[in-house]
């Protein structure tokens, strides 16, 4: 291949990357900010996953950059031995076609913003902070004893916590698969009384909550009673989680 060729080549590929990289910068820094990664989405990807492509950009572009200054070589240490005296008259053409490629760059730019700010999904994991419980006010006694908890633990995390034990326990009935009882364990309204059903879950109220007459066994007048009895540490940080409030965003 011919060197000029090849040089057009390489630096194409090196504006292409180059651009990747400020595209990725940008929705890395405002589409998708620092601690959204759990919460939006962008075009399929959060912005954990952004950030490894603009990763891959970064690197493929060190790479072009470093054929780029190969294939250079020689320009680059005859223009140092002789130092360079560029005295290049402007060309009307020139400028005309200067402010054409700078107006194309901006408007790209714009767009790309525009359609990446336009572009962003919340994740359909609703039980991270959309539910905030309603009833956070109505402190009785029994709050400060679950503060120290049933299982001895002094905070109870939703994600850390509580929702491992529906995972493994209730997902594969009421989750994506099965939605038996029309009722999943993934997403927060289900807990809080969705689709005109009465609530699972009282906040501060663990001895009243149906959930746990379900997962303690006291209730036996259902289908699978016994599949939904868990075990006693399980149904104590289940309770100790609903009297410090029930919150579903740790
Ligand atoms: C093996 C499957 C299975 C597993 C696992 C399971 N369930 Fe169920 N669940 C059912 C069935 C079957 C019903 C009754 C469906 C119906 O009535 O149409 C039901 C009903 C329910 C209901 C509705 C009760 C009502 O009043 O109608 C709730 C709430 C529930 N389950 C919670 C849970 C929880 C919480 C877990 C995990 C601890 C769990 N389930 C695990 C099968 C399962």
């Known amino acids: 291949m011919n060197r000029t060729i090849a040089n057009i080549i390489i630096d194409i590929i090196a504006a292409f990357l180059f651009l990747g990289m400020i595209a990725t910068g940008y929705i890395l820094r405002f589409p998708l900010p620092?601690?959204?990664?759990?919460?939006?989405?962008?075009?399929?990807?959060?912005?954990?996953?952004?950030?490894?492509?603009?990763?891959?950009?970064?690197?493929?572009?060190?790479v072009v950059l470093v054929v780029h200054l190969v294939l250079h070589w020689n320009w680059i240490v005859t223009v140092i031995g002789k130092r360079c005296h560029l005295l290049k008259t402007a060309h009307p053409s020139l400028v005309r076609s200067g402010i054409l490629t700078g107006g194309i760059v901006v408007l790209s730019i714009a767009l790309f913003a525009w359609t990446a700010q336009n572009s962003v999904k919340e994740i359909a994991r609703p039980m991270r902070g959309k539910h905030r419980v309603a009833h956070t006010d109505q402190v009785d006694g029994s709050s400060v004893a679950a503060k120290q908890g049933s299982t001895g633990q002094q905070s109870v995390?939703?994600?850390?916590?509580?929702?491992?034990?529906f995972?493994?326990?209730?997902?594969?009935?009421?989750?994506?698969?099965?939605?038996?009882?029309?009722?999943?364990?993934?997403?927060?309204?289900?807990?809080?009384?969705?689709?005109?059903?009465?609530p699972l879950i009282l906040p501060k109220q663990s001895s009243i909550s149906p959930l746990i007459?379900?997962?303690?066994?006291?209730?036996?007048d259902m289908p699978m009673a016994d599949i939904h009895k868990l075990s006693d540490r399980d149904v104590a940080l289940l309770k100790a989680w609903i009297d410090l409030g029930a919150e579903t965003d740790d």
Not at 37 to 51: E, F, I, P
Not at 157 to 165: A, E, L
Not at 177 to 190: G, I, M, T
Not at 213 to 220: E, F, Q
């Open 34 to 62: 620092p601690g959204s990664n759990k919460t939006l989405s962008l075009w399929g990807y959060t912005r954990h996953q952004w950030g490894d492509v603009h990763f891959w950009i970064s690197l493929g572009l060190l």
């Open 157 to 165: 995390g939703f994600w850390k916590d509580v929702y491992p034990i």
């Open 167 to 198: 995972e493994s326990n209730c997902l594969s009935c009421h989750g994506p698969q099965k939605q038996l009882a029309n009722f999943r364990v993934d997403r927060s309204e289900d807990f809080f009384g969705s689709n005109g059903r009465d």
């Open 213 to 220: 007459a379900i997962v303690s066994g006291t209730r036996k």
